[in-house]
T-cell receptor, first 111, second 112 residues
Framework: DTGVSQDPRHKITKRGQNVTFRCDPISEHNRLYWYRQTLGQGPEFLTY????????KSRLLSDRFSAERPKGSFSTLEIQRTEQGDSAMYLC?????????FGPGTRLLVL | QKEVEQNSGPLSVPEGAIASLNCTYSDRGSQSFFWYRQYSGKSPELIMSIYSNGDKEDGRFTAQLNKASQYVSLLIRDSQPSDSATYLC????????????FGTGTRLLVSP
């Protein structure tokens, strides 16, 4: 499968714990995006990388959230001191230009 | 706050009918428009992209764009029960930013 991959697919954690998600984009795609989606809503943009540079960051991305793409390939999204409100589907997408292609998502549940 | 508006539905159509899904957007400068299909519990899947006024056809799907009216639509011909899903409209604003702004989606139900 040469699509976007994400790991883990599901994560259950207790409030206050840190979690880290990984995204591997389509191999030739230099642009990578993170979104968050809650039930009944469309995806909300979190952050965007072009190669290894983080070029856009939403105001939704509090200081508990950090994302990296150290070598311009895979990316990680870390959430520190998780809160129940962080429960959502975290989606990664990649593109060369134009259309963005989504991975399967990581579903996070914070208890 | 730039907005993308969709009727949440559900839109119910019988099998074989044409389903018409609509979306309006607030940023007049928007240049790129996308339709995604999302099955329950799954991630969004790109169906169509459209960048200029008019119609764009791909198989049973036709996207229509009217920038003057700030309106984009998706027609699904010969609807099948497997088309039952939530359809998300997404807009890329003409701000130099790369993010997509999504509507809340329209739920489509195709009955056999």
């Amino acid at each position: 499968d040469t699509g976007v991959s994400q790991d883990p697919r599901h994560k259950i954690t207790k409030r206050g714990q840190n979690v880290t998600f990984r995204c591997d984009p389509i191999s030739e795609h230099n642009r990578l995006y993170w979104y968050r989606q809650t039930l009944g809503q469309g995806p909300e943009f979190l952050t965007y990388f072009q190669n290894e540079a983080q070029l856009e960051k939403s105001r939704l991305l509090s200081d508990r959230f950090s994302a990296e793409r150290p070598k311009g390939s895979f990316s990680t999204l870390e959430i520190q001191r998780t809160e129940q409100g962080d429960s959502a589907m975290y989606l990664c997408a990649s593109s060369i230009s134009g259309a963005q292609y989504f991975g399967p998502g990581t579903r996070l549940l914070v208890l | 706050q730039k907005e993308v508006e969709q009727n949440s539905g559900p839109l119910s159509v019988p099998e074989g009918a044409i389903a018409s899904l609509n979306c309006t957007y607030s940023d007049r400068g928007s240049q790129s428009f996308f339709w995604y299909r999302q099955y329950s519990g799954k991630s969004p899947e790109l169906i169509m992209s459209i960048y200029s006024n008019g119609d764009k056809e791909d198989g049973r799907f036709t996207a229509q764009l009217n920038k003057a009216s700030q309106y984009v639509s998706l027609l699904i011909r010969d609807s099948q029960p497997s088309d039952s899903a939530t359809y998300l409209c997404a807009v890329k604003e003409d701000t130099g930013f790369q993010k997509l702004v999504f509507g809340t989606g329209t739920r489509l139900l195709v009955s056999p």
